[in-house]
């Protein structure tokens, strides 16, 4: 073993021999006679946020169990390299050996050591959100649901320009457990400080249909669909949408059906993720709806809002006449309503809002005499 260490040390010495002097900038050349050299500008660069380092020396010991951890890596002895690398997290805290710990883990599948050393990543650096959702993802994949929810609520909270996204990923990642209802409690959990945001809503609707409780699923895509996004391309053009973009991405992958495949799909054109399905699939093609046991689901507009107003005067008439004047006005406001749009299927326009109620306000003025 010291014969070894003395090798590994001795080619390290060799190559640091080896290295070059970095090559150096050309200086400045030196103006003409008369001419005034311009102003120099500096700019200064915002220093990136580091975690504190420990106050750990690089001795030999540790370079050879680094080099000994790459070099069993490199000859296909995972098992050497994730015991090493890990021994050496537990010893220096070290946030960035703790990062190396935990990748060689999760590549090798050791889900254990992964995990811890993931914890001791994350401690070292409790603002790294990369070993926040590789905490989450490892707990989940050992169906520790109720331990992974706190991570996953910072993982969410820590950028709240992504959470639609973040729900997206989410809803992938719980895909897998096997036990639906639990992935649906944690789901709505999850969801509960975002109501506004359509793809939360959407994710448990998911989560809901995943364990067969289609009443919330309804519910929750009934919500999604309180939501209207507005898109603008490039050239200024603005289009108005139904259900988040990669709902309807998924839903024409899911209509682009090829029945001659096994799986009803050509491969690798699968849809993945959330998307609404048609009623047929492998082994059932139907003619008339609920031929292949799937009932109808069937969903509510938006309220349909405008605010209207009406003044009137009664002047009373001999003879129990009477004469009446009075003014209305109606979409006071000028609300624009939206038409509601559930059309699944391949084209490019589904779920594509082309029909407004109009947002114009109008009025009348109304005389009457009655006798």
């Not at 050879?64 to 010893?91: C, D, N, S, W």
């Not at 993802?137 to 109720?146: D, G, I, K, W």
Request: aromatic share 8%.
């Amino acid at each position: 073993m010291t014969a070894y260490r003395f090798i590994v040390l001795a080619a390290c010495a060799a190559l640091a021999a080896c290295a070059q002097e970095p090559s150096r900038a050309p200086q400045d050349e030196a103006p003409a006679a008369g001419e005034a050299r311009p102003p120099r500008v500096v700019v200064a660069k915002p220093e990136p946020s580091r975690p504190p380092l420990p106050g750990v020396e690089l001795s030999e010991e540790l370079l050879f169990k680094v080099m000994l951890a790459e070099v069993a890596l490199q000859r296909g002895q995972p098992h050497i390299a994730v015991q090493t690398y890990l021994e050496l997290a537990r010893e220096t805290r070290d946030p960035r050996i703790a990062q190396r710990a935990t990748e060689v883990a999760w590549n090798a599948r050791f889900s254990s050591a992964a995990l811890e050393a993931a914890g001791i990543w994350l401690q070292a650096d409790p603002g790294s959100a990369q070993a926040r959702q590789l905490i989450a993802a490892l707990l989940v994949n050992q169906a520790r649901l109720a331990d992974a929810q706190p991570h996953l609520e910072k993982w969410i909270a820590a950028d709240r320009a992504s959470v639609g996204q973040s729900f997206i990923q989410l809803s992938s990642l719980l895909a897998r457990h096997k036990d639906k209802t639990e992935v649906l409690n944690l789901m709505q959990a999850l969801a509960k400080p975002y109501p506004g945001v359509p793809e939360a809503r959407l994710a448990v609707a998911q989560a809901a249909w995943n364990a067969e409780n289609q009443e919330v699923s309804l519910d929750e895509a009934q919500a999604a669909l309180k939501e209207v996004r507005f898109v603008t391309d490039a050239t200024g053009v603005t289009t108005v949408w139904n259900m988040p973009q990669d709902i309807i991405d998924n839903t024409r992958k899911a209509y682009n059906t090829d029945e001659t495949q096994p799986t009803f799909y050509a491969p690798g054109t699968e849809p993945t993720g959330r998307y609404f399905a048609p009623a047929g699939g492998p082994g059932c093609n139907y003619l008339y709806a609920g031929d292949c046991g799937n009932a109808p689901m069937w969903f509510r507009g938006r309220w349909f809002g405008e605010f209207d107003f009406r003044l009137a005067k009664m002047i009373p008439l001999p003879s129990k006449a009477r004469f009446e004047i009075s003014a209305e006005v109606f979409n006071a406001l000028m609300a624009k309503n939206f038409r509601t749009v559930i059309n699944p299927g391949n084209g490019a326009n589904i779920f594509r809002v082309q029909n407004a109620d109009s947002a114009a306000r109008t009025a009348q003025l109304v005389f009457r005499v009655s006798w």
